[in-house]
């Protein structure tokens, strides 16, 4: 018994390899005219696979393409469509560079860090004073969220001084935050409710 990963790579696997064994035959037949109704047939068992796209715009373009795809582009036929160049699938897309932006505390995040430079040059006055009120809740969320075991306040405002350079300094006296029972997912408080609910025997 010869087994699939005994035998040659399938260039789409998603239509099996009984298709691609009927693209095969399609190759070997001399006549121009039947070699035309084998491919033809060919598509739409292909495209009886995929019932759920027949709306697609440009479905049959793509089941064309596939076509010669997995004929290797040697099928010699009258494509009804003009189909992908084989040269463009070998182009490989261009790399996209890693953010390098350097994060001191990874479970706040960039945009925290963004957010805190912004409040430092705000204006001072109670706009100001609101932004830095959410930035610190939002860190206190991020925290909890990265440490479940829970966090006073003060360390909030701690970091919030230390990714300000020093010029956001409050204390838990001067910024109340959020009680962190707010914080606490729903579904963490079901599960926990569940589980006080359950009899113990």
């Known amino acids: 018994m010869k087994y699939n990963t005994q035998q040659r790579r399938l260039p789409l696997p998603e239509y099996g390899r009984s298709v691609q064994n009927m ?12 070699r035309q109704r084998c491919a033809n047939t060919i598509v739409n068992i292909m495209g009886g696979m995929f019932p759920h796209l027949r709306d697609v ?14 004929a ?3 099928l010699d036929i009258d494509y009804p469509v003009e189909i ?25 995040g960039r945009f925290v860090q963004d957010m805190i430079k912004l409040a430092v040059d ?10 830095i009120r959410m930035i610190a809740n939002h860190m206190k969320r991020d925290y909890l969220n990265w440490n ?5 306040d003060q360390k ?7 990714l300000s350079g020093g010029k956001i300094k409050l204390s ?26 359950k009899k113990k025997y």
Request: glycine content about 2%; proline content about 3%.
């Open 23 to 34: 693209v095969d035959h399609a190759l070997t037949i001399e006549d121009r005219a039947e």
């Open 57 to 70: 715009a440009d479905f049959k373009q793509k089941l064309w393409d596939h076509l010669a795809i997995m």
């Open 72 to 74: 290797d582009f040697k």
């Open 84 to 108: 992908v160049k084989k040269e463009s699938l070998e182009i490989k897309p261009q790399r996209i560079p890693y953010s390098q932006h350097d994060i001191r505390f990874r479970h706040y």
């Open 122 to 131: 705000y204006q001072e006055g109670e706009e100001r004073n609101q932004l």
């Open 148 to 152: 479940k075991d829970g966090v006073e």
């Open 156 to 162: 909030i405002l701690d970091d919030l001084c230390e």
């Open 172 to 197: 838990a006296e001067d910024l109340r935050l959020t009680e962190q029972r707010t914080f606490i997912p729903r579904r963490r408080q079901m599960n926990n409710n569940n589980n006080q609910g």
